[in-house]
């Protein structure tokens, strides 16, 4: 499957911004999709996972209750809506698609090209 991020931009602090990842192929909905970031000089760190039904939806503990996961299988597409951004939440944002549940960025398989989020003070 191949994936291509976007929506990032620069944005205030406190205000909103929705990620999409567009997926290529027919299997999209078999797979659980993730959103990772990378921050400069920082490791990749998990941000939120959604099963392949999106049934299910994981959080790291710093963005709960500020992001949201969700998936549109009919449109092999994946967003991730971040809303309350806050100027740590700066980072490179890259979604990923793998077979089984992680939040361990190197169990995923497939990789977006990533997409930069900016939130200024």
């Known amino acids: 499957v191949q994936l291509q991020a976007s929506g990032g931009g620069l944005v205030q602090a406190g205000g909103s911004l929705r990620l999409s990842c567009a997926a290529s192929g027919r299997t999209f909905s078999t797979y659980v999709m993730g959103w990772f970031r990378q921050a400069p000089g920082k490791e990749r760190e998990f941000v939120a996972a959604i099963s392949s039904s999106g049934s299910n939806t994981y959080y790291a503990g710093s963005v709960k209750g500020r992001f949201t996961i969700s998936r549109d299988n009919a449109k092999n597409t994946a967003y991730l809506q971040m809303n309350s951004l806050e100027p740590e939440d700066t980072a490179v944002y890259y979604c990923?698609?793998?077979?089984?549940?992680?939040?361990?960025?190197?169990?995923?398989?497939?990789w977006g090209q990533g997409t930069l989020v900016t939130v200024s003070s």
């Open positions: 990923a698609a793998n077979l089984y549940r992680s939040s361990d960025y190197h169990d995923y398989d497939y």
